[in-house]
């Protein structure tokens, strides 16, 4: 890291800041400059208390060098991850689309869209059976029930499931049905939460936080990976600006970014990113032709009567529409569905 | 509920909507302007599924005329609420200071801030036993023997306690030991931690989320008194936008904002909502004179050598300074500390 | 419009408000819900002073039920404009791109520049003469010989033109030498220079400001329209929002609820929406599958020695794959290049 | 400044950006991390084109060392500079208030309002001759004429003159009758305005811009400066954020922020960082305990009847009621109005 010392720090300033330094076992390379001075410091210690040298009088600023994460980071890992969810592989030249209802309602009706879906070119089925709702009077999810009812559509298609997990204390449970644990936004944070699917085997799809930085969202990553639970899966699905004419901003530059800072996978949901079923179309296209893995979508049968989040639910025959244009941009950037 | 048809909606579809309206339950006044329609729609249903309306041909949108919350609302309390956490007021004519270091680190150092703290006029002794931390490798709290310190604090001194709780698997242990519980930024939307505390009966310190808009803040204030506890403190503690020169953006607006809307009281927390030490007066100053109840504050006798959030924290001189500040301010507004 | 009332308003403050809106001209249709009363006030009046209204006792808020704006909305016209630049047609089944450097540095370099975009199938030649600069210290642009320069280029390729003016004194003399006028995103509600633009005839492409809604910038394309010129060309280039990893966070999200809202076309500016060369192509590729019109894209021989924002420049060579892919994807979405 | 290389820059790269760097007049110390290594470049180059470097092989960032704007910064006038403004002193002891209606409508209501201000302690006059309005169908401004008005209600209260100038063609005439100029928050980076007003000796009210960050307002406040004039009051205004309920976040420690950064005085506007009358009191109060050395307030005789900013403004009574409120939190801060 470098040390910068404020403009008229005195030599004394400078000569405790080095000392102290050295101490913590870092190397030092002062640089004295026409107006301020600058120490290098050398030793990757990531997690020093940076504020032991912040109090110190005479210094400005620190200005790292290092990344704050590393399992996540390129710099560890040169080669993209693939990962391998029971023979469907998220992150090498296949486009992998997960479609399904936001919230799960019964049974029938869900095997029925799992099938559909399925049939339109979807590897993987979601479908939310603990939901994470805004208001306390809204519809909180079928819970257990739920996760059964995927089992059987599984049973049914063979499609692969993915569901949110929300409370540390259904980790347990839901592992058992699920072949990916997803982490909502609004848990991106939710430190235990990550600790408990990271000391789990099953491929985690961790979403975006809704005002999350970049780096933040590769910490969350880091929290999981750091626990033994590698298989990673990030999920962009818009960010909180200033802009509501949609329901958040799909910052689908964060997909280069992650390509370029990270190893992991990342998939794209326009159906949260956008919060309007008219707009799914256009943000799925754009995703993958800016080099996404996959797509995250929601359909339901009657959108209009879905418990939860029918506004940006394609119907099975928008959905296949969609495939059909999304698979040809995949051919367009080499990639297939 | 209004709502609105496209410019050239047809009768058809006009009647359409009027009919599943009356359908819903609600009472139908049908307004036909010189180039939309709308629908006023009139009943308190706060959770219909606006879906079933805003996806029939013809609708452009809807527009609540109800809030979504009820119990957090000045609508339904118009006084001021007053929390009393043994004794002390929360909501009063006072000004309540919390003050403490961010993590607990040792029992002798942080019985002697609680002194030193108590001396400059804090009523409540903050400390975190339990440490959201964006890193995985950071230190992350003393976890129970952290809440044992606290409580050998509070014997020692006659504080009241305030701590937070980051797991639903911890809330009945920190409830044993706390007076008040706190919900920290990254949890304002954990719903089943908010449903966890709403089910005690200790007051609840619940912090604003990162980007939570003020809504959303008093959303989850719903959550936790629709379990029956209805003791919530809101804490104002920096928004997250584009400026970088504080770690967050401290919205004083939402100070008499939340006065406006609602009838809980609110705190504020110039320290996490700076990140500077250099900035807390003045923000403490700013918060009291735009009307705050309170203030919770970091301060650490060595705040460079503090485990967490050190950049942030005051020395205990420099906490006697600001309460001496915060006093004035407060009798110009009519208050005390 | 719709006027409601605060919970317990009084019949007699409902009755005045009533009054009032007679007498501004509008037809009222009061509704009585359970809990609060709302009038809906029928009469196209966008200019009316809304705080005749809002300050009456009782009244809560005003909802607007049209659109602030006329001559750019879908409302008015609901065919897509297609721009003619001197035979070159925006908004039509082709996508148009602009490139060229940031700055117009020389003739040599800049005529060479723009016989090799051209090659890769630009159809319009960029060059800042006129440039906005955030340090008074940086390169200020060559104004008038810039101008110059711009011409001979056009001269030697048959390329149309695009360059940015950033002062009303100046519309006069950028009039006379581009074939499209552009207003940059610092000057989009530079309302005087807008109304100086709209009182000529050539096309203006009108960037998105930094912080701008939707609504903002169709309410600054309605500035342009209502002095009389019609043709103007959107250009989505980035929004301010917190993640710092990218210059600014292209909001590609923009194209579809434009196209959605107006009948103006939609270019993107992927230099400036991502201020990384590296991202610019992934960009470029998102924009048009998401269905912009075009693009616009800063290219430079030498993008190390740029005098302006080299670091989010392509080179010819970069450029010209650049085209080839994004060339795909129009196909992919039924269009072409 | 620092240049960063990537991990695994080859010796031979790194000696290349040294050489460059070198042959751009720099002094170079290259330190040699474990798996970084980093060039310290010494010379004082704001203006160097970074990109030179940025581009070269193994370069993965520069960290500037030095503040881009130099006469806005503290580094060189260690006093808080005080402007004088035919008498009244702005940045001194004394807290200076500016009021009066956003848009003049009429001499004689406009002399009026004049009186009472002036009578509750105002010292400066605001009001808007030039209007910049969202909507080219709202009311532009008296122009001219209302600099006349102006003029009279100096000539008849002794109070200064604050008013926008929106066009580089206008600042002649405004000059002319005003005592200082205002660039409104739409303006901040209209560079070719900025150094229009740099041109002239009048004090200059420069609002911070909607989304502008602190580096980026100080540059502005460069381009005065560097024209000059070095009467720059700076002036807080409120950030667009994610939030709605006012109509911009007031960033209130943006006062202190600037107060270290800076030696240029700041004041407030309350009336534009909120959005609505009954937030202005607690705004104002806020501003000045956190160190504003003014306010600007919006105040006409008759608010729902203002042609302009009526739903922020304050009667003659209110206003008063303020300056008292406001007098004793200067007070409280060791200051006086």
């Not at 990673?232 to 992650?258: F, H, K, Q, W």
Request: proline fraction near 4%; aromatic fraction near 4%.
């Amino acid at each position: 890291m470098i040390v910068v010392l404020r403009e008229g720090a005195t030599k004394e300033q400078i000569k405790k800041v080095e000392h102290k330094l050295l101490e913590l076992g870092f190397k030092t390379h002062p640089i004295y400059g026409e107006f301020k001075t600058v120490i290098g410091a050398i030793g990757d210690k990531r997690n020093i208390n940076k504020n032991l040298i912040l109090s110190m009088e005479g210094v400005e600023e620190i200005v790292p060098i290092m990344l704050p994460y590393k399992l996540a980071s390129r710099e560890l890992y040169k080669n993209p991850t693939v990962i391998d969810v029971g023979g469907v592989k998220i992150g090498g030249d296949e486009i992998v689309v997960m479609a399904g209802p936001c919230a799960i309602e019964g049974e029938a009706e869900f095997i029925e869209v799992a099938q559909a879906v399925k049939k339109s070119g979807a590897k993987i089925l979601r479908g939310g059976a603990y939901k994470p709702r805004s208001s306390p009077y809204s519809f909180q999810g079928l819970e257990e029930e739920g996760l059964k009812i995927m089992s059987a559509a599984r049973a049914a298609t063979g499609l692969k499931l993915v569901t949110e997990v929300v409370d540390t204390r259904d980790v347990e449970i839901v592992d058992q049905y699920t072949d990916i644990l997803q982490i909502g936004a609004r848990n991106m944070q939710n430190f235990r939460l990550l600790k408990e699917v990271g000391n789990g085997k099953k491929p985690v799809l961790l979403k975006r936080g809704l005002a999350a930085t970049i780096t933040e969202w590769l910490m969350a990553a880091e929290y999981i990976m750091s626990e033994g639970n590698e298989k990673v899966i990030l999920c962009e699905r818009g960010i909180r600006t200033y802009e509501t004419s949609t329901r958040n901003t799909m910052d689908i530059s964060a997909i280069p970014v992650i390509k370029g800072a990270s190893h992991l996978p990342i998939v794209a949901d326009p159906s949260h990113g956008t919060g309007h079923t008219k707009y799914v179309p256009s943000m799925a296209r754009a995703a993958v032709a800016a080099g996404a893995d996959g797509l995250i979508v929601e359909v339901h049968q009657d959108p209009p009567n879905a418990m939860s989040d029918g506004e940006q639910s394609l119907t099975p025959a928008e959905f296949d529409r969609v495939m059909k244009e999304v698979s040809k941009i995949a051919q367009a950037v080499g990639r297939s569905i």
